[in-house]
């Protein structure tokens, strides 16, 4: 585990050395208690050790003070979890919710699990499969026995004339596609398009699908260098709890950073490319976050700037580089969902980092759509 310190990455001290003994004894508890919510070794630990349902609903934070940990275990607790806003310092204006004590519990737990199966470093995001969609939703409808239609642009939306329910789609080709649920990107609109007079019984639609409900903002930025910015590190997670880079900073910031060549294409081989998400009230505010984010790792093309890198001293009196920002993009992304009576939206990535939300959501959505049927069934 490492800290921003001085503008730059260090290592952090072992924590379990500088523990005193209660603290030590206090940390075991909290951590069978973590270890207690998973399937496995829920059968090791005894009884005692079970979270009420009570406690779980409660404000993870105020579970914590309840377990009276030290304010230096707090900090590496939530930091672990990824906590969103500052939580410790609770104001309802600029936190929008609470982390409650389950979800916090299941983040230590992943945390936790990860980390003893894959070595020193848990693997807390998902590295495969990125750019795999388009050809499993192929393969699967082959599987499957169904139309898997790419590049097909929608022109329209078909409904029933009298019910208002859902019937088909007009593709660009003018073609007529029937079933009987359509599931909708909500960040995805369909134009009214001048198409030949449809069957009596259906109509051209839109009215009502334009009914989104707004959950905030999130604030992306994409950059890419030419060096990694933790040396001999090809990928790695940065996590900039609130309040650690300026004192108005509310909310967290998530930086990933991946190495070009490892297989994931991710960007050219011998660079690397940065992806930092943060969730912010407006664009204002979003800009600054991953401005002050940006700076703090990179240096930024100017006059006076060397090719490699701007140096700065560390604690070892080696002189370090900050990576030269070659290529980037900021932008802000509202988070919402699509409302309509007769039509299913999925839920927009958020500002995780993981697909757990949206694994969770869609399986509500496929048991929605197909109570009686298994997700993902074995087939014979």
């Not at 409900?213 to 900039?240: E, F, H, Q």
């Not at 009230?281 to 240096?299: F, I, M, P, W, Y």
């Amino acid at each position: 585990m490492g800290s921003y310190i001085s503008f730059h990455i260090q290592k952090e001290k072992c924590l379990w050395t500088s523990l005193k003994l209660i603290e030590k004894s206090k940390l075991r508890s909290f951590i069978k208690l973590v270890q207690q919510q998973d399937e496995e070794w829920s059968q090791i630990c005894s009884e005692s050790f079970k979270i009420s349902e009570e406690d779980l609903e409660s404000p993870f934070v105020d579970f914590l003070d309840g377990m009276q940990l030290s304010a230096k275990i707090k900090s590496f607790i939530l930091y672990i979890a990824m906590v969103d806003y500052d939580e410790e310092n609770f104001n309802l204006e600029v936190c929008k919710s609470n982390l409650k004590t389950r979800a916090g519990i299941e983040r230590l737990a992943l945390y936790d699990k990860s980390r003893s199966e894959n070595g020193p470093g848990p693997w807390i995001y998902p590295t495969y499969g990125h750019g795999d969609l388009l050809a499993f939703f192929g393969r699967r409808a082959a599987v499957k026995g169904c139309i898997c239609a790419m590049r097909r642009p929608v022109t329209a939306v078909l409904m029933d004339k009298d019910s208002g329910k859902y019937k088909g789609v007009r593709l660009a080709s003018g073609q007529d596609l029937f079933s009987h649920q359509l599931v909708l990107n909500p960040a995805f609109t369909v134009p009214l398009a001048p198409a030949p007079s449809p069957p009596d019984c259906l109509r051209e639609g839109l009215q009502g699908l334009s009914l989104k409900d707004t959950k905030g903002k999130v604030a992306r930025g994409i950059c890419i260098t030419a060096s990694s910015v933790k040396p001999k590190t090809s990928n790695c997670l940065l996590v900039y709890p609130p309040r650690t880079l300026y004192p108005e900073q509310d909310t967290l910031i998530r930086v990933i950073q991946i190495a070009g060549g490892s297989g994931m294409d991710a960007c050219p081989k011998g660079m690397y490319v940065l992806y930092f998400s943060a969730l912010c009230d407006h664009a204002e505010q979003g800009k600054r976050l991953l401005h002050a984010a940006v700076n703090s790792l990179l240096t930024l093309p100017g006059p006076g700037n060397p090719e490699n890198g701007s140096a700065f001293e560390s604690e070892d009196a080696q002189v370090k580089l900050k990576p030269n920002l070659l290529w980037s993009t900021l932008y802000i992304q509202e988070l919402y969902m699509e409302q309509h009576e007769h039509l299913i939206s999925t839920p927009m990535p958020d500002g995780n980092l993981s697909y757990d939300g949206l694994l969770d959501a869609a399986v509500v959505l496929f048991q929605k759509m197909y109570p009686n049927e298994e997700f993902f069934g074995y087939s014979n």
